[in-house]
Nanobody, 124 residues
Framework: QVQLVESGGGLVQAGGSLRLYCAASGRTFRSYSLGWFRQAPGKEREFVGAVSWSGGTTDYADSEKGRFTISRDNAKNTVYLKMNSLTPEDTAVYYC?????????????????WGQGTQVTVSS
């Protein structure tokens, strides 16, 4: 089993950057693919991006390509989401999720474990 804890959220001005962290516990963490999702008020949770178990493969939602970067350090059991050029539309609670089969997935239902989320607020 994997437990996930997100951190790094906060308030940032439009155009700024943030780096989110997803710390995982569990001896099999390095075999899991990790995804980032977000949910804005009144909206459904949506895919942001994902990284394979090795970190060698990533996938991003179209709106995040070129602005967001996902990476992981298996030695530290941590996955990172670096977000640049933030806009108010990026305001949401950001969640990380783990998928034990090692596949990169965009579907919420494809993930087995979820963190509690971290709030990101981008002011205009």
């Amino acid at each position: 089993q994997v437990q996930l804890v997100e951190s790094g959220g906060g308030l940032v001005q439009a155009g700024g950057s943030l780096r989110l962290y997803c710390a995982a516990s569990g001896r099999t963490f390095r075999s899991y693919s990790l995804g980032w999702f977000r949910q804005a008020p009144g909206k459904e949770r949506e895919f942001v991006g994902a990284v394979s178990w090795s970190g060698g493969t990533t996938d991003y939602a179209d709106s995040e390509k070129g602005r967001f970067t996902i990476s992981r350090d298996n030695a530290k059991n941590t996955v990172y989401l670096k977000m640049n050029s933030l806009t108010p539309e990026d305001t949401a609670v950001y969640y990380c999720a783990a998928e034990w089969r090692g596949y990169i997935r965009r579907q919420i239902g494809g993930y087995d474990y979820w963190g509690q989320g971290t709030q990101v607020t981008v002011s205009s």
